[in-house]
Structure formats: structure tokens, C-alpha cells
């Protein structure tokens, strides 16, 4: 294969097979390693003669300047507020931490990022299968985006590769460490917010998106609407168990739309899944000598637990988790009574 060197920035020509390739540089980025920056080319082949493919160069150059160029950063800020209206806040969280992980393409033009750059952001993660997926997903809705908009030509994510991992299994907070965290209430800020936690199944996102006005009572029971990962788990209702009921109160009692905010400054704001995991969790855990290798998606696991020996049949139970086989059960069943969800209430301990 031969090579038609021409001046910087004019392009070149290369000789393959029978036919020739245009070639232009159209901009630089990192190295794999961050050591140096490397070129970007666009290529264009087929042309008959040498002479044909030089002359094709200028018009790649000009194909790639007319486009608008958005960082990886700046799609997804455009993309962010156009997609999370069609979803769940906790969805959206998901698709921030997911989005993070590609950090070292965050400065770099979409239009230069290569299915090997995401392929090696996605191979130096180290969560697991779950945040693997989450982050094939949030790319290709960002470059179905980026198509849209037309910055990019073609989509480069049809081929990530998750990997064989298997997926985190968190193991419950204990009978034994949710008795401890019990007897804290009051003495550690939030400790009652994870133990509430622990006995209403809901993820954190959810947990941490219910309002005042999600609180509602139905024949004397105190109930809780929300929800939002899957169809079957949006809007959902979930009994409070009596021992649960006194906080409730008081987190009412909050100048606060949110049920469980965070304090700051003179005011109250909503609690992000971060904050709550970094900040609240963790600490807690620690400073009551609990393991610390457990995260507050522990909590509903526990409530997966304590349902299992809870009265009520196995359709109620998969309502109350929001699990996707009850979107079977809906179409088969009447609303859940207030009499089955009383029950699980009054058996929960």
C-alpha cells in the first residue's frame, strides 16, 4: 500500500487494492492511556486514480466542520432534560452513575469518540453486570440522540459488550443490625430513615421521591403511593406498618414536600440517592460498627424477606415490590384490598 504524503491539514492518499482512499485529519484526542494525543481521521474509498481521491479531501474537511460539535458532556446535559421526562427519577439516577463511568470521554467531540473508547470505559468499570448495562444503555440513548441532532453519522454502540459478569447480590441488613440501627433513632441523624426503609420495600430513588402528598388513609390504614422503576412498579401502594407509622408522622411534621429530606442551611431539600448512600448510609453503618460492605438497596432486600413470612398471597407480595410478573396479575385480577394490604401491614415485624 502506498502513501501520497501532502501538506499538514490537506489530507492524504492511500493506494488500496485497486482503488484509492482519502484521508483527513479532523481532529486530535487522548491516547488510550492519557499519556499524548493522538489524531482523528475520516476516510472516504473507491476513488479510480490518485488524483481523484486527493481532490475528494477538501470536501471531508468541509463535511466535518459544518457539523456542530458537542462534547460527550455537553450532549448529555442536552440529552438529560429531553429524556427524563419520559422516565422515573430513579431511572434517571441510574443513567447519571451509568454516565459517569465514561469520565474519561466526558471533554471529548462525540463525533471522535470510537465503539473502542466506550468498549474500554465500559471494561475499566468494576460494578457489576447491572451498571454494565446501564451504561450500554445510557450510551446508545445518547447517540441516538447525537443522530438526531445530526453531529454524528453513523452509531458506534450497536456492539458494546457487557461481559459475563454476574450481577451484584446485595445481602440484607439483619434482624440483629436493624435492631441496632432501631435503638439509634434519635441520636443518629436519618438512622430512622433507614429503618423505615427497611420495612417499606421501596429502592432508594423511590424512597427518596415520595412527598407529603404520596401519604394517604384508607379505612384507618396509612398507605403510600410510589414508585417508578418498571410499569408494574410506578404509582404502587404500600401499606405502613404500624411501628412504622409514628415516623411518618413526624416526617410530616417537616416544612418539607419531600417525606424524607435533608436538612440544609435554615431549609429542607430533597435527598438524592448519592447523598443518602454517601453522606447518611455509610457513616451510619460505620459509627454503629455494623459491616460496611452493605449499600441501601440492602434495605429491600430485608423487606423482601420479612414478606415472605407476612401474611397475604403471593400476588399482593409481588405488588408491594413492584416486581414486572405482577403486570401479569393486573390484567387478571382486581385492585389489591385494603384488607390484604392490612394484613401484610400488621404481619410485617
Known amino acids: 500500500m502506498k502513501t501520497k504524503s501532502r501538506g499538514n491539514g490537506q489530507g492524504t492518499a492511500y493506494k488500496r487494492g485497486r482503488t484509492w482512499e482519502a484521508q483527513v485529519v479532523i481532529g486530535w484526542r487522548k491516547s488510550a492511556d492519557g499519556s499524548r494525543m493522538v489524531p482523528v481521521k475520516r476516510r472516504k474509498g473507491g476513488f479510480p486514480t490518485k488524483a481523484a481521491a486527493i481532490a475528494a479531501?477538501?470536501?471531508?474537511?468541509?463535511?466535518?466542520?459544518?457539523?456542530?460539535?458537542?462534547?460527550l458532556r455537553d450532549l448529555?446535559?442536552?440529552?438529560?432534560?429531553?429524556?427524563?421526562?419520559?422516565?422515573?427519577?430513579?431511572?434517571m439516577v441510574c443513567y447519571l452513575s451509568a454516565y459517569k463511568h465514561f469520565s474519561a470521554l466526558h471533554d471529548t467531540f462525540v463525533d471522535l469518540i470510537t465503539a473502542a473508547d466506550l468498549q474500554r470505559c465500559m471494561d475499566a468499570c468494576p460494578s457489576g453486570k447491572r451498571t454494565h448495562e446501564n451504561m450500554r444503555c445510557v450510551a446508545r440513548l445518547l447517540w441516538a440522540y447525537a443522530l438526531d441532532l445530526q453531529i454524528i453519522d453513523r452509531d458506534v454502540t450497536e456492539n458494546l459488550y457487557i461481559g459475563k459478569g454476574k450481577s451484584v447480590q446485595r445481602d440484607p441488613i439483619t434482624e440483629e443490625e436493624l435492631e441496632t440501627i432501631r435503638q439509634s433513632i434519635g441520636r443518629v441523624l436519618y438512622a430512622d430513615y433507614?429503618?423505615?426503609?427497611?420495612?417499606?420495600?421501596?429502592?432508594?430513588?423511590?424512597?427518596?421521591?415520595?412527598?407529603?402528598s404520596s401519604v394517604i388513609l384508607r379505612d384507618g390504614l396509612m398507605l403510600l403511593i410510589g414508585g417508578s422503576k418498571t410499569d408494574a412498579g410506578t404509582d404502587r401502594t404500600v401499606p405502613v406498618p404500624p411501628h412504622i407509622v409514628s415516623i411518618i408522622r413526624s416526617q410530616l411534621a417537616l416544612p418539607s414536600v419531600y417525606l424524607f429530606p435533608r436538612s440544609c442551611g435554615s431549609g429542607w431539600v430533597q435527598m438524592s440517592t448519592a447523598y443518602f448512600r454517601e453522606q447518611v448510609f455509610k457513616p451510619m453503618m460505620k459509627s454503629l460498627g455494623l459491616p460496611?460492605?452493605?449499600?441501601?438497596?440492602?434495605?429491600?432486600?430485608?423487606?423482601?424477606?420479612?414478606?415472605?413470612?407476612a401474611a397475604g398471597d403471593d400476588k399482593t407480595k409481588a405488588a408491594?415490590?413492584?416486581?414486572?410478573?405482577?403486570?401479569?396479575?393486573?390484567?387478571?385480577?382486581?385492585?389489591?384490598?385494603t384488607d390484604d394490604l392490612r394484613a401484610v401491614a400488621e404481619s410485617i415485624r
Open 57 to 71: 479531501c477538501p470536501s471531508l474537511m468541509t463535511a466535518s466542520g459544518q457539523k456542530s460539535r458537542l462534547t
Open 76 to 91: 448529555y446535559d442536552a440529552w438529560e432534560p429531553f429524556y427524563s421526562p419520559r422516565v422515573g427519577a430513579s431511572t
Open 194 to 212: 433507614v429503618y423505615a426503609l427497611c420495612y417499606l420495600g421501596f429502592r432508594p430513588g423511590e424512597f427518596l421521591a415520595l412527598k407529603h
Open 292 to 309: 460496611e460492605g452493605k449499600l441501601p438497596y440492602s434495605a429491600r432486600h430485608t423487606y423482601s424477606d420479612k414478606l415472605k413470612t
Open 320 to 337: 408491594l415490590m413492584g416486581h414486572t410478573d405482577y403486570a401479569f396479575t393486573q390484567s387478571h385480577y382486581q385492585s389489591i384490598s
